[in-house]
């Protein structure tokens, strides 16, 4: 009796063994077809074909960025683009570019079916990073970044609009690392010159400016209407366009603020810049009376560029103040 009771025993749990091990390649054979051989979708996909992404940042006004270092939202002004969010500077357009011809170059491998099992399967609900543009007609595009497949190198995506998940190669350029010092603008002057109409220079509070440049038609003239030296007046903008600042003076505390503001006279310099737009900005260029080692800011030896009706404000080495002392009768 004892014996058969274990034999029973002993084929129980060879049966319980057996199931569980079927169990278990069922289980593996579902998700090893979910993730690894799902059915091709036909719909006009091809492999080896670009994403059906259209927009160029030539026809987009704002950009908002989320990957694993942040969130950063970006609008474009008359003068080129800003960074909105976390700070308000200007942005770096290199940047932006990269992130629009890296999409552009992306390749499809495969592509499936968009459900909310797809979604989930595929972590586009909870994606790694998204890119999202606002066109100029204001329609909002949104692309999302999902699982990463490590073993056969792919990346799962999904685009506003579209009921596909796109499978393609991982990202080559990475974006999901991009922070923001990589966006930021160190130079002071960011606009190009196609952007902006005319360019004037005031010493300290005078009325009358030292150089004052009117573009038409392409065309740089003095304040008599002549046309100036174009290669001297390009060599003068890229002299301006090359200032980078040390140090870019916006999230101080009220302390340091009054320690570089408080002693502040009149202005060096005033630059107006006026757009294609006819909106003026105005740069005022002053001369840092206060040593402050907090900062490392040796006194007489550092300018400071405000920027007004604006927190913008830099830190700019002296040895640069000639640039700003540029006459017309020099060009």
């Known amino acids: ?10 084929i129980s749990f060879s049966n319980t063994i057996i199931f569980i091990f079927a169990l278990t390649i069922c289980i593996s054979s579902f998700f090893s077809e979910l993730y690894q051989n799902p059915k091709n ?18 026809t987009t006004q704002k950009i908002s960025l989320k990957n694993r270092l942040g969130e950063f939202h970006f ?27 890296f999409i552009k170059e992306i390749k499809v491998k495969n592509a499936f079916q968009l459900d909310s099992l797809g979604e989930s399967s595929f972590s586009l609900n909870s994606p790694f990073m998204e890119v999202s543009l606002v066109g100029n007609d204001n329609n909002i595009q949104t692309i999302k970044f999902g699982m990463i497949d490590s073993k056969n190198n792919t990346t799962y995506v999904g685009i506003s609009g579209k009921d596909i998940i796109f499978q393609i190669e991982s990202l080559q350029f990475p974006i999901e690392k991009l ?7 160190p130079r002071i002057f960011y606009f190009s010159t196609d952007k902006i109409s005319s360019i004037k220079i005031f010493e300290g509070e005078q009325n009358l400016p030292i150089l004052s440049l009117i573009q038409r038609e392409g065309i740089w003239l003095g304040r008599n209407g002549q046309p100036l030296s174009q290669s001297k007046v390009e060599l003068f903008f890229k002299d301006l366009n090359a200032l980078k600042s040390e140090m870019i003076l916006d999230q101080l505390s009220n302390e340091l603020k009054e320690k570089i503001n408080g002693p ?8 107006e810049i006026e757009d294609n737009g006819n909106n003026k900005h105005h740069f005022q260029v002053f001369s840092i009376l206060n040593s402050i080692p907090d900062l490392k800011i040796d006194k007489k030896e550092s300018l400071l560029v405000s920027v007004k009706d604006s927190q913008q404000q830099y830190l700019l080495s002296r040895k640069f103040l000639d640039v700003f002392r540029k006459k017309e009768g020099s060009l």
Do not use: H, Y
């Not at 080896?48 to 940042?57: A, C, I, V, Y």
């Not at 008359?78 to 700070?87: D, F, N, Y």
């Not at 502040?264 to 630059?271: E, G, R």
């Open 75 to 101: 609008e474009r002004n008359e003068l080129g683009w800003k960074l909105i969010s976390p700070r308000q500077l200007p942005a770096k357009e290199d940047s932006l570019n990269n992130i629009f011809s």
């Open 179 to 185: 922070d923001l010092m990589d966006f930021v603008d």
């Open 41 to 58: 979708l036909n719909k006009g996909i091809k492999v080896g074909s670009n994403l059906p992404f259209f927009s160029t940042l030539d």
């Open 1 to 10: 009796m004892k014996n058969i009771l274990k034999k029973c025993q002993n």
């Open 264 to 271: 502040l006279q009149k202005p060096l310099f005033v630059v």
